[in-house]
């Protein structure tokens, strides 16, 4: 495959997963417009989120394993039809009750998307571009939740919320009509094989004793680990992301519109995260150590949190969770696209990225319905007091197996 059909296949890849945003945030970003208009607790319209998240984490796990396989033209295009039709039912009068169900079923469809563009990227990409579409690919969630925050916050401002909906549906029909029409799957004799500065296949990039399907035992370990941290992430990523409209509008009195504005601090600082994970790899190499890093500086900011969530310096506390959705979106790019596309002479790449982002969204799962309901219970403190904790307990568990590593000289990569 040329450079310049490389370059076009990352684009799409970008552009599906960056428009799947609009068809899963449109509800997450009016979460406090739907409690009100529903007149629903943070526990109940938390569930809805939850179901979308628990849906696409198995299914990540399961599309993961069968991506390979998967005609990528068809399926990707269908998943998107499909979100769409859903959203489009949510704009013409869902009832709330209907909800859970019908979002359960966007996450199944969503769910094939991420390993199955991994897999492609992965096959198809020449070693000098796969850096490029690494960082590429990271900005997809930022990018696609900024641009749902933005357009969800002048809807409000507007009194037109629900319009969301339609327009994302609109969004994902057309994306997924490019995607049929541009994509063209490569044929089994890919330039890969032999060209100058192709990428090089498992078997020639890897010795025999290191082969995919022979995973060694520390490095087994290492993705348990990543998985752990993976949950763990999304717990905050997803729940700051999910709930920080509805913390500054309960703990600060701000109005939805201005409250959903504000939570575009977030996706806007979590552009870098990727950028930066990538800077940080080149200090720490080791993910499992990279990741504790992380977790251990998100830890530390959201005890900041807890320190100024009762004072009147909202712009503070603000910023903070901006800086842990940086580093939350740092660990996340880690865990998702660098180690499974750094590995790929050792793993499939679309297995092992169907599988860390299949746990990713365990801690999604939980940070929506859990965290809300926690919230109706011990308050946002106690939400913090949760977080803070995990993220300490990941990097304790990092620090350990950095030591035993040290200990025993072995090496993961």
């Keep these: ?8 296949l990352i684009f799409l890849c970008w552009l599906i997963y960056t428009a799947a945003y609009f068809g899963r945030y449109g509800y997450n970003a009016n979460i406090t417009l739907i409690e009100s208009a529903f007149g629903v607790t943070h526990a109940e319209s938390g ?96 990018v696609g939740t900024l641009i749902t925050y933005s357009l969800s916050a002048l809807l409000a401002h507007l009194g037109v919320f629900e319009l969301i909906f339609i327009i ?12 049929l029409i541009f994509y063209c799957a490569p044929k089994k004799s890919s330039p890969r094989q032999g060209a100058e500065g192709a990428l090089p296949t498992a078997e020639e990039a890897v010795p025999v004793s290191e082969k995919k399907g022979r995973l060694p ?9 990543m998985a752990l941290f993976a949950a763990i992430t999304n717990l905050a990523k997803d729940g700051l992301q999910t709930w920080v409209p509805a913390i500054l509008k309960e703990s600060y009195s701000l109005p939805d519109s201005l409250s959903i504005v504000l939570t575009l601090v977030l996706p806007v600082l ?3 995260g990727a950028v930066f994970s990538a800077q940080m790899h080149k200090v720490i190499g080791d993910f499992v150590s990279l990741a504790g890093v992380l977790l251990f500086a998100a830890g530390v900011c959201i005890v900041g949190v807890l320190l100024l969530l009762n004072t009147s310096v909202w712009i503070a506390v603000l910023l903070l969770f901006g800086v842990v959705e940086l580093l939350m979106h740092a660990s996340n790019n880690v865990i998702t696209s660098m180690m ?3 590995l790929r002479g050792k793993f499939n790449s679309g297995r092992l990225a169907g599988i860390l982002n299949g746990c990713c969204y365990v ?18 403190s106690g939400v913090f007091c949760l977080l803070c ?3 300490f307990v990941s990097a304790a568990v990092a620090l350990c197996f950095f030591l035993y590593l040290k200990k025993t000289k072995k090496s993961l990569y």
């Design 168 to 179: 994302a549906a609109a969004v994902l029909v057309a994306v997924g009509a490019v995607w």
């Design 389 to 391: 904790g995990v993220c």
């Design 270 to 272: 979590g552009i870098f």
């Design 47 to 142: 569930l809805v989120t939850t179901c979308f998240f628990f849906a696409y984490g198995a299914g990540q796990i399961v599309n993961g394993l069968f991506c390979k396989y998967y005609p990528k033209r068809v399926v990707l295009a269908a998943a998107l039809f499909g979100s769409a039709i859903i959203n489009a039912a949510v704009y013409f009068g869902a009832p709330f009750a209907a909800l859970k169900y019908m979002w359960l079923l966007n996450g199944i469809l969503q769910s094939v998307l991420w390993s199955s563009l991994i897999c492609v990227l992965s096959e198809n990409l020449d070693g000098a571009l796969m850096n490029k579409a690494i960082i590429v690919m990271s900005t997809t969630v930022s």
């Design 1 to 8: 495959m040329s450079i310049s059909k490389q370059k076009r």
């Design 340 to 342: 499974p596309l750094y």
């Design 363 to 380: 801690g999604s799962t939980l940070s929506s319905y859990g965290l809300g309901a926690l919230a109706d219970s011990a308050g946002w």
């Design 217 to 225: 035992a520390v490095l087994a370990v290492s993705v348990v680990i």
